[in-house]
């Protein structure tokens, strides 16, 4: 599916303060390895380099965003499915650059989350704020408006995600995966787009599968190419549902190993849905437990996942740990 649109946006909400400016909102941590400042970091197999092109060897070098990751908001959201109300006033702040990993138990809205962040379902009440601009509203004479399809279009573009399943574009080679979104969502042109796939197949360690179909790789590789893509788009906001539980095990290490190095060199803000405590402690500064559209309670990974002050979280832990 190429990058969807949604229609419209859903009725208006509450509150008018970005992330940026909510008391109490938790600190961006340092960004990790290598280096701060405006300049872009590229990474590489090999590692990481301040800047396109020093990298030692001088092969070609993805570059991952730097300095410039917008907080997220979600203000008394409400989703439902018909009668199912899945969100319920949800709040819950994600500051820049930082990453936040979402814990719960199945149908209790995680994914829902990550898809209204993407604009695959629409907002049934409240505001998603992405930065200092809400995602599905903008002002208009001084009011809050449901946003037209221009503001969805200019906002999606922050945000990547990665899905469970990969849902890479089956009637595409690798190569076409990579540069369909660069081209006619950001009007790159063709050799730009192929410049920078290039560049993330080799981060990936993908290079020699450029014109491989999806059906012909392993779950892995489709998922690498599937990360690529999704950073191809140059996203500030990365979005992970779940990406290794599709995966073989033997798979699943190589794929968290190249997730821990993009978040580690990269300053992306970054919401990663998963129930691998190891792979969490490792990518997340904050975990999240969630349970029946509302948050139950957030610390650490060390706190959550050692010492959880609620039922609620030791029982969803146990269940995962028997499983
Ligand atoms: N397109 C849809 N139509 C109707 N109901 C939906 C739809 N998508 C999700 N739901 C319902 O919303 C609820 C939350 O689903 P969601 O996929 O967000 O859960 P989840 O926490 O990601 O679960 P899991 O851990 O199993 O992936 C569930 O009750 C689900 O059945
Ligand atoms: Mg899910």
């Keep these: 599916?190429?990058?969807?649109?949604?229609?419209?946006?859903?009725?208006?909400?509450?509150?008018?303060?970005?992330?940026?400016?909510?008391?109490?909102?938790?600190?961006?941590?340092?960004?990790?390895?290598?280096?701060?400042?405006?300049?872009?970091?590229?990474?590489?197999?090999?590692?990481?380099?301040?800047?396109?092109?020093?990298?030692?060897?001088?092969?070609?070098?993805?570059?991952?965003?730097?300095?410039?990751?917008?907080?997220?908001?979600f203000e008394k959201v409400v989703k439902r499915f018909g009668s199912n109300v899945v969100l319920r006033e949800l709040d819950f702040t994600v500051a820049p650059g930082e990453r936040v990993t979402l814990i719960g138990p199945s149908g209790s809205g995680k994914t829902t989350i990550l898809r209204l962040l993407m604009t695959l379902e629409k907002l049934d009440g409240g505001l998603?704020?992405?930065?200092?601009?809400?995602?599905?509203?903008?002002?208009?004479?001084?009011?809050?408006v449901p946003a037209d399809q221009k503001h969805l279009h200019e906002m999606r573009k922050q945000v990547g995600m990665v899905f469970q399943q990969f849902n890479l574009f089956p009637n595409m080679n690798v190569l076409h995966n990579l540069t369909e979104g660069p081209v006619r969502v950001l009007g790159l042109s063709k050799d730009e787009a192929v410049e920078?796939?290039?560049g993330l197949l080799d981060m990936v360690g993908l290079t020699d599968k450029e014109?491989?179909?999806?059906?012909?790789?392993?779950?892995?590789?489709?998922?690498?190419?599937?990360?690529?893509?999704?950073?191809?788009?140059?996203?500030?906001?990365?979005?992970?549902?779940?990406?290794?539980?599709?995966?073989?095990?033997?798979?699943?290490?190589?794929?968290?190993d190249l997730l821990r190095d993009i978040a580690r060199q990269s300053d992306l803000t970054l919401l990663c849905v998963t129930h691998e405590m190891g792979f969490a402690k490792d990518i997340s500064n904050r975990v999240l437990m969630f349970d029946q559209g509302q948050i139950v309670e957030e610390g650490p990974p060390d706190q959550i996942f050692g010492e959880p002050s609620e039922q609620r979280t030791r029982d969803f832990l146990q269940a995962v740990l028997a499983s």
């Excluded at 906001?237 to 995966?247: G, H, K, Q, Y």
């Design 196 to 198: 920078r796939a290039r």
């Design 128 to 144: 998603i704020w992405i930065g200092d601009e809400t995602l599905w509203h903008r002002e208009r004479g001084g009011k809050r």
């Design 1 to 73: 599916m190429p990058p969807s649109d949604t229609d419209e946006a859903g009725p208006g909400g509450v509150g008018d303060r970005p992330p940026s400016e909510i008391p109490g909102a938790p600190k961006a941590p340092a960004p990790g390895d290598g280096g701060s400042g405006s300049a872009p970091n590229v990474v590489t197999e090999k590692g990481v380099a301040t800047q396109k092109g020093e990298v030692p060897g001088g092969e070609q070098a993805a570059e991952l965003p730097r300095g410039t990751a917008p907080g997220i908001r």
């Design 211 to 256: 014109n491989a179909h999806p059906t012909q790789l392993s779950g892995g590789q489709q998922q690498r190419v599937a990360i690529a893509r999704a950073l191809a788009m140059q996203p500030k906001v990365l979005l992970l549902d779940e990406v290794t539980s599709a995966l073989d095990p033997e798979l699943v290490v190589g794929v968290q």
